[in-house]
């Protein structure tokens, strides 16, 4: 897949601290990549750095082939990790000074504002001062915000954090309608079972050096370990296969982590020895384990 | 785009700003004061006519007449009050006169009585007064009409000619003159403060993160100065035509034709002054995250607008040609205090009046360029703030944030 946009290389240094060392992203049209790392590992800076708030020292970023342009930056959509809204503002207004901003006419401005505050539940509250919507719903302001002008990268840091169940549902709704529409969507986020069940794809940091990128399925497989889960009939047996390292389970389960090569037979066999079997699976580890292993490294 | 991006983010300084409490309150005090000044003024008694009080006793032995003469002749010159003493004896005029409950008593044509000394003005006017007093009396006892009198007693109007110009426009250049420099000191800290509010709240929320993905600092910085110096030009704008209307309206002072004449250098010269402070406050503002700490970094921005206003006062009441007074016209940072000051007194050429602005708008272009790097360095920075010396650094670009 063509990529739209590229960063290559990154470098930046704040003093002698280095916040990214080395940071490759690759992102095509309409799809969807989650940008994974541990807190402080550079997933900001590296955003901010697309964005064009950050200078850095080395490396580049091209959008669709060439050297992004203060224009093209224009067609990004972008949703920080800290919300930043004007508290006295109104939501339409909100929404409709910011499509201005980013060079809608204002009648194109009004009506985009008023499907976005549909678009985000927020239609009957479209009047109302920022301050005094609750965190959840300033979060949908920030949205409707970062997607106005119809961008054609979103870039969104940490957008699930703070939101209930239905707002999270929302949310994947949008991004999901924008992918379809074509948007390259870059999203971090520290809630890796949801990041698996979104998107196919994934790029993880640690201290400001892109360590992995791929398929989510790839990662998983190229784990050098597998997470085998059983359920026997009656209580479940006290076992533990000197080759296997027991991890947290459901209860009335038990799970561990083996290598790789294991050869899945054998360990069923011996665990059918404990007790009658009722459920079994062998399969690679969650993204979430995936990225501890990859991070730990 | 830049040009759009700049009006959007001027217009919404101008709704936010212009709808706050704090701004609608001090225009509307300051508006109240502009028209009340002049009306309080006008209604004052004491301060009306500049009259000074006077109160004459007129014992029996006074000619019949003098009431009404004295009267008429006090007319625009004092504030007249006769007090009857015809029925006092000599002792109890003499008390009244003790314990200065009158000024002077007549007891006859020849005699005046003063407390201990005389008011050789006071004399003059009772002596003209009898005078009056005496030709009436002698011209009706001639069997002349009352109509006749009149036209023959009747008060001489004079007008009066100055070769060095009236008191009155000497009193209106100097008003002015403290009227320019008042503008030109209060303006820039109401509304530079205000700039540094609104630089300090988008820190503080965050939202300059979301506008800098959409514009670049600078355009940020020229739409909040712009906005904010629109609202104090609306605000000045009220104020000058409240003031003017109330003078106007009660006749309080005639405004010489020559005071119009150097109304658009004042107002060019109070928008150098805001263009240049409000920078420096939205500069100032860029280097702290909370606006608790602005009074730290605010104290520098006092010392040039300080010592323009106390300068400028001392030329406005005395002095406009000192060295001191010349030099800090030329400074950008006190020339728009100096500048009405000067002009309004005639105290400096047309050529240096030019000057003068042009040196304060390229000082308010540099100043602008030097915060719109500071800005898009500082903009994003949280918690500590910027310290002075880095400040030096980042405008000498050896710091790469």
């Not at chain 1, 980013?102 to 509250?125: C, F, T």
Request: aromatic share 6%; with cysteine; hydrophobic share 45%.
């Amino acid at each position: 897949m063509t990529a739209a946009l590229e960063v290559l290389g990154l470098r930046k240094a704040y003093g002698e601290v280095q916040a990214l060392d080395g940071v490759d992203l690759r992102v095509a049209k309409g799809q969807m990549v989650g940008f994974l790392g541990s807190n402080g590992a550079g997933k900001t800076t590296t955003m901010r750095s697309i964005i064009g708030l950050v200078a850095v020292d080395e490396g580049r970023v091209t959008w669709q082939g060439a050297p992004i342009s203060v224009d093209d930056r224009r067609n990004i959509g972008y949703m920080p990790q800290e919300r930043g809204l004007y508290a006295r503002m109104k939501v339409k207004e909100h929404i409709a000074f910011f499509g201005r901003l980013a060079g809608l006419p204002n009648n194109v401005a009004e009506q985009r504002a008023h499907e976005w505050a549909e678009r985000v539940s927020l239609d009957e509250r479209k009047d109302d001062l920022v301050q005094e919507l609750s965190t959840g719903n300033q979060q949908r302001v920030q949205l409707a915000v970062a997607l106005v002008h119809e961008p054609e990268l979103l870039i969104l840091d940490e957008p699930f954090a703070g939101l209930d169940p239905v707002a999270v549902s929302m949310l994947i709704g949008v991004m999901t309608e924008q992918v379809n529409r074509g948007v390259s969507v870059i999203f971090s986020s520290h809630q890796l079972d949801l990041v698996q069940d979104l998107t196919e794809d994934v790029t993880i940091i640690a201290n400001g050096h892109t360590i992995a990128s791929g398929k989510v399925s790839d990662l998983r497989q190229r784990s050098p370990h597998r997470v085998v889960s059983l359920s026997w009939a009656g209580d479940t047996p006290a076992w533990a296969p000197p080759t296997a390292q027991p991890v947290e389970a459901p209860a009335g389960q038990s799970r561990f982590r083996v290598s790789a090569d294991t050869e899945p037979a054998a360990f069923i066999a011996a665990a059918a020895e404990q007790g009658a079997l009722i459920s079994v699976s062998f399969e690679p580890p969650g993204l979430e384990d995936v990225f501890i292993e990859l991070v730990s490294q | 785009m830049r040009r759009r991006q700049i009006k959007e983010i001027a217009l919404r300084e101008i709704r936010t700003r212009g709808r706050s409490r704090g701004y609608r309150a001090i225009t509307a005090i300051m508006l109240l004061m502009a028209i009340a000044a002049p009306v309080v003024v006008n209604l004052l008694p004491s301060s009306s006519n500049d009259l000074t009080n006077v109160s004459i006793g007129i014992a029996t032995d006074a000619p019949a007449g003098l009431d009404e003469a004295l009267t008429a002749l006090a007319i625009d010159i004092y504030d007249l009050t006769i007090v009857d003493l015809r029925g006092d004896t000599r002792a109890e005029i003499d008390e009244r006169l003790s314990e200065s409950k009158i000024d002077v008593a007549v007891e006859s044509p020849a005699i005046l009585a003063w407390g201990q000394t005389e008011d050789s003005a006071l004399t003059a006017f009772v002596t003209a007064g009898l005078q009056r007093a005496e030709a009436l009396q002698r011209a009706n006892d001639l069997g002349l009409d009352g109509d006749a009198l009149s036209r023959v007693f009747g008060p001489v109007e004079t007008e009066q000619r100055f070769v060095d110009g009236s008191s009155n426009t000497e009193s209106v250049r100097q008003g002015v003159a403290f009227l320019g420099l008042f503008l030109a000191f209060l303006l820039p800290q109401i509304f530079g403060q205000l700039t540094m509010l609104s630089v300090v709240e988008e820190k503080s929320t965050r939202v300059v993160e979301v506008l800098l993905s959409q514009i670049r600092p600078g355009t940020l910085l020229a739409g909040k100065i712009i906005g904010l110096c629109a609202l104090a030009i609306v605000q000045l704008l009220l104020i000058v035509l409240g003031l003017v209307g109330a003078l106007l309206a009660t006749d309080l002072v005639e405004i010489p034709s020559s005071v119009w004449a150097f109304v658009p250098m004042l107002v060019l010269s109070l928008l150098g002054g805001l263009t240049i402070y409000t920078t420096l406050f939205a500069l100032l503002g860029s280097l702290i995250s909370r606006q608790e700490d602005a009074a730290q970094v605010m104290m520098p921005v006092f010392v040039p607008l300080m010592a323009g206003y106390f300068v400028g006062q001392t030329a406005v009441f005395g002095n406009a040609e000192t060295t001191l007074a010349k030099v800090l016209t030329w400074i950008p940072f006190t020339s728009p205090m100096l500048l009405p000051v000067r002009v309004a007194k005639g105290a400096i050429s047309t050529v240096e009046v030019v000057v003068s602005l042009g040196l304060l708008a390229l000082g308010s272009y540099l100043l602008f360029r030097l915060a719109a790097r500071v800005y898009e360095f500082t903009l994003l920075r949280t918690g500590s703030r910027v310290g002075w010396g880095e400040l030096v650094r980042l405008s000498h670009g050896s710091i790469v944030d």
